[in-house]
Structure formats: C-alpha cells, structure tokens
C-alpha cells in the first residue's frame, strides 16, 4: 500500500524497471523449457499490474 508521494515515485519506477526486464525477457536467446518462461513472463506481468492497481489506489486517495 502506497502511504506518500516518495512510496508513490519509487513504485512507478519499479513499474518501468520491471516492463524493461519484461521486454528483454521476450527478446532472450537463453533456452529454457516453454512452461518455465510462460510462468517467468507471468510472474513479471503480474508485478506490473499489482504495482499499477496500487498507484491508482493511491490516486483514489489523493
């Protein structure tokens, strides 16, 4: 839960950060089993709409 305006910056940072290391996730040449990377991928995206619902929730507040 997003308390402040410093919790708020530093969440949509994680945001960023985290939709770069999805993009180079795509783009990896490492081989690893399909059921993995579809969980890994998953697990990203995940974050990233965890972290936005709380940014919106704080917004509500505001």
Known sequence: MIKNAI???VTKEQ???LKEVRKLSANTTVKMP???YKAML???DSQ???L???VKEYNKRK
């Open 15 to 17: 945001i960023k950060k």
């Open 34 to 36: 399909k059921e993995i």
């Open 42 to 44: 998953a697990g990203i």
């Open 7 to 9: 919790q708020l910056q």
């Open 48 to 50: 990233i709409e965890e």
């Open 52 to 54: 936005k619902s709380e």
